[in-house]
């Protein structure tokens, strides 16, 4: 007992040094540095300690600079009163939020849409569905409601239940052929059970609408559809063991089209998906259907030749989709800051209660300061793929100037005195998904040209387009180095 009052009196403490030390480093300093100029000052900086390693990355603020608003959120704060004023106002959204915010948070194109046939696979109606889904979304923009992380697709279940008991695999690994074969029986079985769905999932593909919906309205298990997946690719597995291969490469073209179809959308929850089933399951199975009906007749479909620009280097849209989506996290409410974001965070817990950690935190603070480095980071959008490893570059480097460090930074809690958890959610809630994504939708592309080459025996000729990498042979398989960033194996395809 003891050593908690004692824990309380040094966190009291601990707070009120800290808020004395903010009070007077804003009385004494001058005004905040925008984030634009910060940004432009901080990359003015790292080139100049990297002069070996320049940037060309245009950072000048869009033309709408809002001016007015960006006054707003650097007044001048060089006065005991401002500061502590500060301390309990938050700032008002910038315009360019709001328009944003407005545009991507309500419901619109629900009819006839790809994810809401989704949410009724099997179970309901689509009105049904729609209506649950419009519920679940005024829901997650609610501040004073708790988010509903927990909503299951009922027809979905049994295949995530059914995958792991059964220990469906990878077929990138070495043994998931045989371990298939030996589980024949019991996913025959579960396959003639469940065929009405798997048949209403592959039917999805028949939905042109796909203009996407909230993520986290839909459901949080959204990854349980790589389950349906990995059924339907035992079952191929299973037909071309039986030499029935016409009706394996009809199940794989089906297959195949959805998750292409998924993968082109912008939701970043179905895009990762179908990027697992098809590195992990469609590109090997696809290899086999080809070495087993290569002199034989059969409807097999070739894949994609490549993946458009604006597949891998997602779209403005995209982008914004997923801003609106973690808006509506950020502005939870207040009561709900350390549950759904700072659980676990031990060395924050150490030092604020979670109190403290409610008073010291501005939505609108850490909206308008994610709007503005997603603009600040985003990737030209009319670029070529020969141009766009420089640019992923060039955001590397300005991101780990800014945010490697992260909290531990020298003075990052003083200088953050009036928003100390936004500015944590800031560094370390939002995910640092947009260059990792992008880099392995661009290994993927280049995984589909192996694949055709090697179909038309072209390969040997091959320019990898982002890097300008010619082909090599190794173990059999035809290879291009591994692109950079976060790709460290070499991207290989077996030649048979």
Request: aromatic share 10%.
């Amino acid at each position: 007992m003891d050593l908690i009052n004692n824990n309380k009196g040094y966190v009291a403490l601990s707070t009120l040094l800290l808020l004395i030390a903010a009070l007077f480093y804003h009385l004494f300093s001058d005004d905040d540095i925008v984030p634009e100029a910060q940004y432009i000052i901080d990359k003015y900086q790292y080139d100049k300690e990297h002069e070996d390693n320049t940037h060309t990355l245009n950072l000048a603020p869009e033309e709408n600079t809002e001016p007015q608003q960006r006054e707003t959120l650097s007044a001048s704060n060089n006065n005991l009163f401002v500061a502590i004023y500060k301390m309990f106002v938050d700032d008002q959204l910038l315009p360019s939020v709001q328009e944003t915010l407005r545009e991507f948070s309500y419901n619109k194109d629900l009819d006839d849409n790809l994810f809401i046939a989704f949410l009724a696979l099997g179970s309901t109606t689509y009105e049904e569905a729609k209506l649950s889904y419009e519920a679940a979304f005024k829901r997650s923009y609610n501040p004073n409601l708790p988010l509903d992380f927990n909503r299951d697709i009922p027809k979905i279940t049994p295949f995530t239940a059914f995958a792991e008991k059964a220990g469906l695999c990878e077929l990138t690994e070495p043994t998931c052929s045989i371990n298939i074969s030996n589980k024949k029986s019991e996913i025959d079985a579960f396959y003639r059970e469940n065929q009405s769905t798997i048949e209403e999932y592959l039917s999805l593909v028949s939905f042109n609408n796909t203009h996407v919906v909230n993520d986290t309205a839909v459901s949080s298990r959204g990854f349980d559809r790589i389950n349906i997946s990995k059924v339907v690719t035992a079952k191929i597995v299973l037909l071309i063991e039986e030499e029935n291969l016409n009706e394996a490469s009809a199940l794989y073209n089906r297959l195949a089209k959805l998750e292409f179809k998924f993968l082109k959308t912008n939701s970043i929850l179905h895009t990762v998906v179908s990027l697992l089933v098809i590195e992990q399951d469609l590109l090997p199975l696809f290899r086999l259907l080809q070495s087993k009906t290569q002199k034989s007749s059969n409807n097999l479909e070739l894949l994609p030749n490549s993946l458009p620009i604006e597949v891998v280097n997602a779209d403005p849209k995209f982008w914004k989709v997923q801003f609106s989506d973690t808006a509506a996290l950020i502005n939870i409410g207040e009561k709900r800051i350390e549950e759904n974001f700072l659980k676990g965070r031990s060395v924050i817990e150490q030092y604020f209660s979670p109190i403290v950690l409610s008073l010291l935190y501005k939505p609108n603070s850490v909206t308008n300061d994610l709007y503005l480095r997603l603009n600040l980071d985003k990737i030209p959008q009319n670029i070529n793929k020969k141009n766009l490893l420089s640019s992923y570059q060039q955001f590397e480097s300005l991101d780990k100037t800014m945010l490697l460090d992260g909290p531990n930074e020298k003075g990052f809690f003083i200088r953050n005195y009036r928003n100390i958890s936004g500015a944590i959610i800031l560094y370390t809630v939002w995910p640092r998904y947009k260059v990792s994504l992008n880099m392995q939708l661009a290994s993927l592309d280049v995984q589909l040209l192996l694949h055709n080459a090697i179909n038309k025996a072209t390969v040997s000729k091959l320019v990898n387009p982002y890097t300008g990498d010619k082909v090599f042979f190794k173990d059999d398989s035809w290879c291009f180095p591994a692109l950079p960033a976060e790709n460290k194996e070499d991207i290989c395809v077996p030649e048979f």
